[in-house]
């Protein structure tokens, strides 16, 4: 069986007007092996946008209590608007050590069989380069569907 | 040759963690003596005369470190490390070179808090960066060697919205809000001990302050170059715990004002003129007063 892997990166916005053409096409197609192909697909981008929504509102949840109460919105630069500590951002037990203890939480919620043990932390070089908070969502992400 | 020996064991046992390191970086910067001058840019300026009966002019004020981050569980860095600090162009020149291992390492202040789940978990408050080097040390003016090592450590709040004040490393008025599109302020500080090898063999107890002003930061930030317009004041005091020397020991100030245009997001490319007033027995500074326009340079390559 021939299986292919697709992956591309486009933001929230495009996802849900790619989602909208999908279903639409769903529905104006007569073939159920399109059908179930589109089904599978639309299945697999809503399930991201719902991963990756949690994963914004838990770290919207931790990241909090050090943005001086600035607000928190996807596109937030962290060390500019929300004012977050630089060595809270760059050093080790910071935003790294948040993003790791983050990714723990939604494993053990949505994955329960997989051994946490194994669960690698956030990088801390890959943290640095996030400037901002959209960034921090897709890297925790990508390593959540890596396991 | 004590010194040595300590140097060379330090520099072994870094290379024998490095198995266990995440990365490794190569820094650029002022001077290794403490997480203040660490983050500052080196400075350069030198011109060669095609003349015979002139000399060379130099000022150069830098250090290369090749470091080796997050090492073992205690997510310990640890350098090796090269300084030059020369200048003939003052009124006591200054020309020393330096080699020798630094060992990082945070101690984190912990809270406990509520997660997202309810759960209750532990989330970092603030931490001490606390910083160590350990130098060999040649002075080529007065033709003196000497073990110098430095310890010092610098505060960092990081959650707290009442003590934002307190806050280093971090614009204390927003950037994008009323006085913060004009002005924003960042402050640090290090406390720590030195002790000053060769003729005298003292320990010091060593303090540093610094404040950065960035105008027109708001407007600078429409560019991604929000650190643009620099003014910094630093004052860097130090004082005989144990033994006494006959170094200058007056303490240091600069004021510096420049423009910085940042590269990436910890290295950058600048200009700035300088005025100093003091002295710096770590860096063979004799107490004397002057002004610089330099380039500058902070690289950090990870």
């Known amino acids: 069986m021939f299986i292919m892997k697709i992956e591309f990166e486009i933001d929230e916005k495009e996802t849900i007007l790619l989602l909208d053409i999908i279903k639409r096409f769903m529905g104006q197609t007569g073939n159920p092996k399109v059908l179930k192909a589109l089904s599978k697909i639309a299945t697999e981008i809503e399930s991201d946008l719902k991963v990756g929504d949690e994963i914004f509102k838990r770290l919207r949840y931790r990241l909090a209590p050090y943005t001086n109460g600035n607000k928190i919105i ?56 996030c400037k901002i908070v959209s960034e921090v969502v897709s890297l925790i992400q990508s390593q959540y569907e890596k396991l | 040759m004590k010194n040595y020996k300590l140097i060379t064991t330090l520099l072994v046992l870094s290379l024998s963690f490095s198995t266990y390191s995440q990365s490794i970086s190569v820094n650029i910067g002022e001077s290794t ?22 000399d060379d002019s130099w000022l150069v004020n830098g250090y290369l470190e090749i470091k080796l981050d997050s090492v073992g569980k205690k997510n310990y860095s640890i350098g090796i490390l090269s300084e030059i600090h020369k200048n003939n162009l003052i009124s006591k020149e200054q020309d020393i070179r330096q080699f020798g291992v630094s060992l990082e ?18 989330a970092t408050k603030a931490r001490f960066i606390t910083n160590a080097t350990f130098k060999s040390s040649n002075n080529l003016i007065k033709k003196e060697k000497a073990f110098i090592a430095n310890f010092g450590t610098s505060f960092s709040l990081e959650r707290s919205k009442k003590l934002r004040f307190l806050q280093t490393n971090t614009r204390l008025i927003n950037i994008d809000k ?49 650190n643009f317009f620099q003014v910094q004041y630093n004052i860097n005091a130090r004082t005989e715990i144990v033994g006494d020397t006959e170094k200058d020991l007056n303490t240091l100030h600069t004021l510096s004002a420049g423009i910085n245009y940042k590269i990436n997001k910890k290295s950058s490319i600048g200009i700035a003129y300088s005025f100093q007033d003091g002295a710096n027995p770590y860096t063979a500074l004799e107490d004397q007063r002057f002004e610089t326009i330099s380039a500058k340079l902070r690289l950090v390559i990870e």
């Open chain 2, 178 to 226: 009323g006085f913060g599109k004009i002005l924003t302020i960042t402050h640090n500080h290090n406390f720590g001990f030195s002790y000053l090898g060769g003729d005298d063999k003292v320990l010091l107890a060593d303090a540093s302050f610094s404040i950065n002003l960035f105008p027109f930061s708001g407007l600078m930030n429409k560019i991604e170059q929000p």
């Open chain 1, 74 to 129: 996807p596109e937030s630069n962290m060390k500019i608007y929300l004012g977050i500590n630089e060595n809270f951002l760059t050093r080790p037990g910071g935003l790294e050590r948040e993003a790791s203890y983050l990714l723990k939480n939604i494993v053990n919620k949505y994955k329960p069989d997989f051994d946490l043990r194994k669960l690698k932390r956030v990088p801390l070089t890959e943290i640095k380069k």
């Open chain 2, 33 to 54: 003596t403490n997480k203040l001058t660490k983050d500052k840019s080196a400075q350069i300026l030198a011109t060669f005369p095609k003349n015979d009966s002139i």
């Open chain 2, 105 to 122: 390492r945070d101690f984190l202040i912990r809270k406990q808090i509520t997660n997202y789940d309810g759960e209750i978990e532990y």
